[in-house]
Structure formats: C-alpha cells, structure tokens
C-alpha cells in the first residue's frame, strides 16, 4: 500500500514537470516537428536527422542536444513489434499476395511482358540505347524537351534514346564530370558513357536530328530521302556520262 | 562498233564505280571512329582502409571482416568489401531520408520509392513519405496500397511490381541503371531478428556473387549492407516477400568519358 501511495505521489510530482510540453507539426514542412512549454518555443526536432536544435533566441539556434522531452514515439521509431515479435518498419505482411504475380502499372501481366513488353516501357532492351542529357536552366531544357516530344525532326528517336534533363546543380551531374554551364549543355552518350557529341547551346530540332544520326551505328546517309529534289539532284558526271553513253549506243555509225 | 562498244563498257563501268564509290564514301561522313585505345585491364579499385572496430551500430551481431563473412551479411561504403564491384545505383547519401512513420506505421516501403524516385529523377514521388503525413494517409504498405498511392500523387509514373521472388527480374532491373526496391526481413548486423521491411537494392549479380542493400533505417554512407546473393535472396523472400517494385523512368546517365 504505501509503495502505490509513493508511486503515486511521484507521478503526480512529475506531472506538472512534462506537462507543459507539446509538439507541433509545421504545416508546410513535415520534416521538423517544434517543442513548446508555456507558450514559447524551446527547439525543433528535424525527422530526417533525428536532431534537436535548441532554440537559444530569436533565431539563434543552438548546437543538436538531446531534446527536453521525448518526440512522438511514432517518429523517431516507425518500427512496431508484431505479435510473433517481428518489427515492422512499414509492410503490411497480410496484404502481401501468397501467389506471385507481375504487375506493370497496377495491371497483370506476363513475366515476358514485364521484361520486354509495352512499347516504349522495355525494361531489356534500352540498356543498348543512347542517352541524351540535357543540363541547363529550366527554359531551356523545356524548351529541348518540348522538342523531342513533337517536332518531326526527333520523332524517329522519340523511342530510341534515355532522355534525362537536370539542374546544372543537381547531384547527378554537378560533380560527375559534366560541363553544365552551357545553354543547354548536350550530351549524347553510349551506354558505356563515352560522350558521342556534346554542345553548349541548342541549335534547334533540325541540327539535333541530325546529331542523332551521326551518332547512330546503322545510320546510312544514303538513304536519306530528299523530298525536295527531282532529276536536278542527279550528280553531273553521272548525268553527262549517261548522255554519252546514249550518244554512243543510239548515235548513227559514220561507217555505214 | 566493237571501239564503240568497249568505249560504252568503259563508261558503263565508270558509271558502276561512280555510283557505288560516294557510297562508300558517304558512309563515312558520321565522324569515322576513332581507333580504338589498346584494352587496357580496368585497375581494380584500392580496398579501403579498414576501418577501426567500432561498437555495433544496432541489436544486431557486430559486422564480419571480408574472409571472415563467407557471405554473410557486411556493413560498408559503395564498394563491395573486397573491392571487386561498386554500387549500380550510387544515389547519395544527401538524397537518402530515414524511415518515418505516418499514423503510427512505418513508410519503409514509401520511402524506399523516394530513393528510387530520386535516382531516376521522378519529382512527383520525392519525399512520398512526407506527402502521406500531410495528407493524412497511414504507413504500411503491399502492392494494391502502392498502384493506389502513385495512382494519387504519381498519376501517369510508370512502374512495376512483382511479387514472385523472381531473380532474373532484380538482375534485369539492375542491369538497366534502374532501382529496385525489395522486401527484406533483417537477420544482419543491424537487426538481430526477423523484420518486416523494404529497403533498395543498388547491386544484386550472381556472377559477382555481391548483393547490397540501402536501408533506409540506416541511410549513412558507410551503412550499406553487403552479403552474398543467396544470402540476400532468403532475406528478400523471408517472411512472405519476394516483392520488388521499380520505376520504369531511365536512371541518370554514366559520368561522362572519352
């Protein structure tokens, strides 16, 4: 009895002592919850870190101490002990499907669609293609993107290349050895990653397609259609070769 | 006739050359290779230094040193612990969040997507678990729970999942510079125990015989887990797994060479 009755008086001894805590959210930033006590903001909690930042004054903040009171429980352990003693840190195992299934976008499919299937969406295949790489401020790299999307000139690479744009400070291309001060920088790449062509600026659709060609291992100039020319396009030897010969095999034979 | 004749064959056969030599010329006007540099091997990477014992991170056993490990699982950096192979997917650890919770449930399977989202560059689902917080909606998640939450706040990110335990699928994700994320149930030197999880997975090829996962409890730079890829399988299909889910969205391009 007197060991409930000394449990209970230090519990109500403590009480006072927490409760003038609370935690608040931010509601533009789910990043950092703040700690409060009678109306005045102690520090912040930043999820992400798992640090607690004293609030020394006004927008001083001081150097990451353990905080005065617990954060919710929830967010510094988002793991759960399950009935057989498992943590789950964020698996709802009894949804989990006992039959293995291939899902592409929500729907089933086969394991050979997977891989292989649904146009553009191969998973096999374009580790062969290209990359194009497009580096620069945002209007300019829309302005490659709108481009690639639906001018004539690129639509028979539409498929056939890895188009990625960044931020010249984005940390995929900031510190791996690409130029990103160009209007938009350019690369087009192998697989290997050995740079095929690079430019600084964008020259438009036409000159891009035509990078895209000479880039290209099957590319046959030859074969390139030019709609607008007629017989003028025949070369002029050829051309006054062919008159020749038809002036020898037609012409009258001064013998006769 | 027959001087007439053979001067019509001798043109003829200039007219053939003429018409198959620009060919043959023309074909080189995409700028002609360059002749290819002697193959040289690639220098294999420098071991780190080894680092000195430290306690152990977590509940679980203290990490193994390489030979002692005999493929069990290692902590470590980007390069496998004997220097062979580095990460596929090398996202860095700035753009790597832990695990929250968001109602009580842990985000493991939303935040494994966020890495993913950031390696492959889909902004839509960058800092998805933060995104459930605000908008109210639970952690945990299985693949109906996923279509429904991309279907929100991803609507038009193309994606896959598969939940058959299928190997070739992890390998033909890696080999395409994609992120896989997986199901995996602990029993490593961060987790003495069984668990319920989802982590990424930056490198799995049973020809090297490395796998590594990024935990997403665990997001250091030094906190990757490297172990051998049967031992990583039984992790994956522990506990009712072997699912992996994958963003279809190309990974970013390899650092640029000549």
Redesign the interface.
Known sequence: MRVMISLIVCLLAALPALAGYEWHTFPDDADQLSLWRDGRQLGNWRISTREYLPLVAPGTWGDPCPPPYPPPQDVIAPGKVELDGTINFGLERACLPAAGKHLLNGKEVSKDELLQALGPLRLTDDSQWPSLTIIGPEAARHKVLSDLQSSPFLAPWKDRLKVQDYAPDHWAVRDAGFVTTGQPTIYCQAPDGTVLHRQDEYRGPAALAEVLRQVDPHYQPEKDPDLNKGWTSIPWPLLISGVMLLFLLLGKDEKR | ?NQ?LL??LL??G??VW??HD??ER??S???PPAPSPPITPKPKPKPEPKKPRRPCPGPGPCPLEDKEAGGRPVEGGPVSPDGAVELVCDL?A??R?????S?????????SIDYAARWQ?VPELY?LP??L??AGIP???????V?EVL?RFGPGV?????????A??LE??L????MPCV?YS?RDCH?A??????VCLPYFDRQTGWACISD??YPGNSEFVWMAPDEFLKRWKG?????VFAL?A?????????
């Open positions: 006739m007439r001067l019509a043109i003829g200039v007219l003429w018409y620009p060919q023309m074909r006007v995409p700028a860095p700035s753009e969040k832990k695990n929250i919770a109602q009580g449930l842990g985000c493991c399977v939303f935040r560059q800092d933060e995104q917080v605000q952690g945990g998640g299985y693949p109906e729970k279509d279907a193309s994606y896959l999942q598969d939940t058959s335990g299928d070739d699928i033909a994700i080999k395409t510079g994609r199901t602990g987790y125990g069984s668990i319920s999880h989802m997403n409890n506990g009712g797994g072997g699912w279809l190309p990974p970013p391009p390899l650092p640029p060479h000549n």
